[in-house]
């Protein structure tokens, strides 16, 4: 008996990378967007409310992704 394998193989999915072509600073907003599959207005609208949220601790983290991705 002989069963064939109809798994369905999603493509291997790359590494975050920043989306400089869509994106307005440094293309992290537009990087995350791309990797996890959402809107990058989502994403940024995102970014703004925990950079409020957090009193600023955000953008450092903007920042260092934005320096050391890619």
Same mark, same amino acid.
């Given at each position: 008996?002989?069963?064939? *394998?109809?798994?369905?193989?999603?493509? /291997?999915? &790359? !590494?975050?990378?920043?989306?400089? &072509?869509? !994106?307005?600073?440094? !293309?992290?907003?537009?990087?995350? /967007? *791309?990797?996890?599959?959402? *809107?990058?207005?989502?994403?940024?609208? /995102?970014?703004?409310? !925990?950079? =409020?949220?957090?009193?600023?601790?955000?953008? =450092?983290?903007?920042?260092?992704?934005? =320096?050391? /991705?890619?």
């Amino acid at each position: 008996m002989r069963f064939e *394998d109809n798994t369905v193989h999603s493509p /291997a999915r &790359q !590494g975050f990378r920043l989306n400089k &072509q869509r !994106g307005k600073i440094m !293309g992290v907003s537009a990087g995350i /967007a *791309d990797y996890f599959g959402l *809107d990058v207005t989502l994403v940024r609208v /995102a970014w703004v409310i !925990g950079t =409020l949220v957090g009193f600023g601790s955000l953008i =450092l983290i903007y920042l260092a992704i934005g =320096l050391i /991705a890619d």
